[in-house]
C-alpha cells in the first residue's frame, strides 16, 4: 500500500494567505510592493494618476510620515460603516503602492465626510482630509469612473451653484426626497412660491433660486469657475453639463456686453434693464 503524501501545513505567516495577489508566498514586503495584478493599460493609467499627485506641491506638505498608530482610523466616522481607513490611505502613500492607491480611489476614496478628525488627530500632523480631497481631485480631473458616478446625482447642485451661485434651490425640497418629514414636506413644496412670495426681501421672493444675482455678479462668478480649471475638470466627467453651463456662459456674458456698449455710448434705456438676470 503505497504511503499516503501529507501536504505540509501553510507556516503561520499572512504572507502566505494574502489573496490579493496570484502569486503566494513569502514574497519580501517591497518585493510585493511592487507586484500588480492590474492589466497593463490600467497599470500605466494608475501609474499616471499616482506620479500627478505625488507632483502636486499639496502632497509633501500634507505627508510628513506615519507611525501606523492608528488613531486616525480610530475617530473615523465613516470607518465606522464602511470599508475605509484613512491609516489604510497613509499607509499606501508612504510605501508607494501604485495598485492600492488605484484601488482605493476607485473604491473607497469618496466614503470620507471631510470632518476633518483624522488631520486633528494625528500625531504627526498629517493634513489626511486634504490628501483625500488631492485624490478626489485628480479622480475627476482623470475622470476616473468613481467620480463620474459619484458626481452624477449632483448634476442640478453643480448646475445651480456655478450659474447662480446657490448651492440649492426651494423648489429642491420635494416630499418624496425627505419622506422622514412626514405631511410638513408635503404641505411646504404645495405652498412654496407662496411662502416664498411672503418674505419681505425681493432676493428672496422666488422658489427657483435661492436668492437673485445681478447679470454682472453671475457672468463675473461662472468667469471665476472657467479661470480657475473648474470647468476643465467638469469637462471630463460630464461633456454634457460642461456645455450646457458654457452656453449660458456665451449668452449672458454677450448680453452684458452689449448692456455696457450702450451704456458706454449714452444709448442704454432703463427699460431694457433686466430686474434680474433670471428674467433675461
Known amino acids: 500500500m503505497a504511503a499516503k503524501t501529507i501536504t505540509p501545513p501553510l507556516p503561520d505567516d499572512p504572507r502566505y494567505l494574502d489573496m490579493s495577489y496570484e502569486v503566494q508566498g513569502a514574497v519580501a514586503e517591497e518585493e510585493r ?156 413644496s404645495e405652498n412654496m412660491d407662496i411662502y416664498r412670495k411672503a418674505i419681505p426681501v425681493d432676493l428672496l421672493q422666488r422658489s427657483d433660486v435661492g436668492w437673485h444675482t445681478s447679470l454682472q455678479t453671475a457672468v463675473e462668478l461662472m468667469t471665476i469657475f472657467i479661470e480657475s480649471g473648474v470647468l476643465d475638470s467638469l469637462k471630463n466627467v460630464d461633456k454634457d453639463l460642461y456645455d450646457m453651463i458654457m452656453d449660458i456662459y456665451e449668452e449672458r456674458k454677450q448680453q452684458l456686453e452689449e448692456l455696457k456698449e450702450k451704456w458706454e455710448k449714452g444709448e442704454l434705456n432703463e427699460d431694457e434693464l433686466p430686474d434680474s438676470w433670471l428674467d433675461l
Do not use: H
Not at 153 to 179: C, S
Open 33 to 188: 510592493n511592487l507586484m500588480s495584478n492590474l492589466k497593463p493599460d490600467e497599470r500605466e493609467a494608475a501609474i499616471r494618476f499616482w506620479e500627478a499627485v505625488k507632483s502636486d506641491f499639496r502632497f509633501n506638505e500634507y505627508l510628513r510620515g506615519c507611525l501606523n498608530c492608528g488613531v486616525c482610523t480610530s475617530g473615523c466616522p465613516a470607518a465606522k460603516f464602511y470599508d475605509f481607513g484613512p491609516r489604510e490611505m497613509i499607509q499606501y502613500m508612504m510605501r508607494d503602492s501604485v495598485d492600492k492607491i488605484w484601488e482605493f480611489t476607485n473604491k473607497k476614496v469618496w466614503a470620507c465626510v471631510q470632518c476633518y478628525t483624522c488631520s486633528m488627530r494625528c500625531p504627526f500632523n498629517n493634513e489626511i482630509a486634504g490628501l483625500i480631497m488631492l485624490l478626489r481631485e485628480y479622480a475627476v480631473k482623470f475622470a476616473l469612473p468613481s467620480a463620474k458616478e459619484v458626481l452624477a446625482p449632483y448634476r442640478r447642485v453643480l448646475l445651480t451653484v456655478i450659474t447662480t451661485g446657490n448651492q440649492v434651490t426651494p423648489n429642491m425640497i420635494q416630499p418624496e426626497a425627505f419622506p422622514d418629514w412626514g405631511p410638513r414636506a408635503l404641505e411646504e
